[in-house]
């Protein structure tokens, strides 16, 4: 193991939701890895996402809860340039051998990622303001 993915894996340390005999690969990598960076790198993604409002006008700091977070939703599901912004911060901090994991499996791995970024989003809309 390279001195990259020892720090790396010391990180994400800390396994994060539960997996059962049948749990499927995607799930075990989810909760493995996608969660600890997620949670690791959570200010770094609040901070990306007031940024972005800010950008686009500060729409998003007028807007009803409900409407946030319909907001949050459409922006990561349509703004391909932000979700792939996103998706690097979080594919950064993956080891050589989770990144061939995720090759193999991107496409659900990117919409398992970007459901649980959602989420975290929602579940955190009080802390996205513009200060």
């Known amino acids: 193991m390279t001195n990259r993915d020892s720090i790396l894996s010391a990180i994400k340390s800390e396994k994060l939701g539960i997996d059962f005999l049948d749990t499927l690969t995607e799930e075990a990598f989810q909760n493995s890895t996608l969660r600890p960076i997620l949670k ?6 609040l901070q990306v996402f007031i940024n972005y409002a800010i950008k686009q006008k500060g729409l998003f ?3 009803s809860p409900d409407k946030k977070e319909k907001y949050i939703e459409n922006v990561i599901q349509k703004d391909i340039k932000f979700r792939n912004a996103l998706k690097g911060i979080i594919i950064g901090l993956f080891s ?3 990144y061939l994991i995720y090759i193999k499996n991107s496409s659900s791995l990117n919409k398992r990622m970007m459901t ?6 929602r ?3 009080q802390l996205l303001t513009n200060e």
């Open 123 to 125: 579940s955190q809309i």
């Open 96 to 98: 050589v051998e989770e």
């Open 61 to 63: 700091f007028t807007l």
């Open 116 to 121: 649980l970024l959602i989420e975290r989003y």
């Open 40 to 45: 690791f790198q959570n200010d770094l993604l």
